[in-house]
């Protein structure tokens, strides 16, 4: 169950999910080069270029048959926080937007995206804005995830 603060829908595990992404077990270091192919652990794929300017590719999602474009600011430097964008189109019109902030860590000796998202969902009316908003979390790594559980303990 999903429970509405403020207007945000928070899941149940959100206050463990925002410690370990403060201080996660095992992350020691931090990663660089986050250009490439990376994987979460609903099956999503995310190919993804930095230029040093902007960052941008494209996201597959793994929880519906959507293909979107990802525009987002890369680190300035190795370690560094940065995010990224996607507006979902359903039948030409935006319906939704995800913003993920992330930030590159080496978990286990192998790097991993440690994100926290929010998708905000388009409403008919203003007072149904409050389930409007969910915030998550995901991590994301270059190999696919075999548990769902496997980087996030």
Known sequence: MYRAVSGVILRPSFNRMMLSAVCPKD????????????????????DIHDNGVILE????????????PIIGF????PGKTFGWVVNW??????TSTTTWTAQCVEVK???????T???????EKPADRWESTI???DTFTRERLETSDEFLN
Request: charged share 25%.
């Open 57 to 68: 590719g494209k996201y597959h999602t793994g929880v519906g048959e959507v293909q979107t």
């Open 89 to 94: 189109v359903k039948e030409g019109d935006e």
């Open 27 to 46: 992350s020691r270091r931090h990663c660089s080069g986050i250009s490439g192919t990376w994987y979460n652990q609903k099956g999503s794929r995310m």
């Open 74 to 77: 890369p680190p300035k430097t």
């Open 109 to 115: 000796g192998e790097p991993a995206l440690q994100t």
């Open 135 to 137: 915030v998550g979390q």
């Open 117 to 123: 998202w929010i998708l905000r969902s388009e409403v």
